[in-house]
C-alpha cells in the first residue's frame, strides 16, 4: 500500500526533512520512526495470531478476501436482494400463492374490507 507515493514524491519528502529537521537529527527520527513502524507491524502480526488463536481451526478455513468491504458493490448487492427467490410460507397447511406479494398498504385495506384486523409486529412495539 503506497499511498500514491512514487519515488519522486518521496524524495521530496526526504529533502524537506533534511531541510527542517536537520542532517545531525534526522539519522534520530529515521531511527525513530523505523521503531514505530516496527512496533505497528509487530502489532498486527500480533492481533492476526490471537485471532488464530481464537478461532482455531476454522481460521484457514475463511476465505479473507470475500470479506473485505472495499469489494461490495451496493448496487449488486440490491440487485441481488431484489431478484432473490421468496421462500414459500413455513406455516403448515399454507400455500403458497402464485399471484406477486401484495403490498402492506394493500394488504391493510383488504383486511379492513374483510372486517379482520391488520396484522402487527409484537417485536417493533
Given amino acids: 500500500m503506497s499511498w500514491g507515493l512514487t519515488f519522486e514524491k518521496l524524495l521530496l519528502i526526504g529533502l524537506i526533512a533534511v531541510l527542517i529537521i536537520g542532517p545531525d537529527r534526522l539519522p534520530g527520527y529515521a531511527a525513530q520512526f523505523g521503531r514505530f ?9 500480533g492481533a492476526k495470531q490471537r485471532m488464530r488463536d481464537e478461532m482455531g481451526p476454522d481460521y484457514d478455513d475463511v476465505d479473507w478476501k470475500k470479506l473485505d ?11 441481488e436482494a431484489l431478484l432473490e427467490d421468496e421462500a414459500p410460507p413455513t406455516r403448515p397447511g399454507a400455500v403458497a400463492a402464485a399471484a406477486p406479494r401484495e403490498s402492506a398498504y394493500a394488504q391493510r385495506q383488504r383486511l379492513i374490507r374483510e372486517g379482520r384486523p391488520a396484522p402487527f409486529d409484537p417485536e417493533a412495539t
Wanted: hydrophobic residues 30%.
Fill in 37 to 45: 513502524v516496527r512496533t505497528v507491524r509487530d502489532m498486527a502480526n
Fill in 69 to 79: 468491504p472495499r469489494q461490495y458493490d451496493p448496487r449488486r448487492i440490491i440487485r
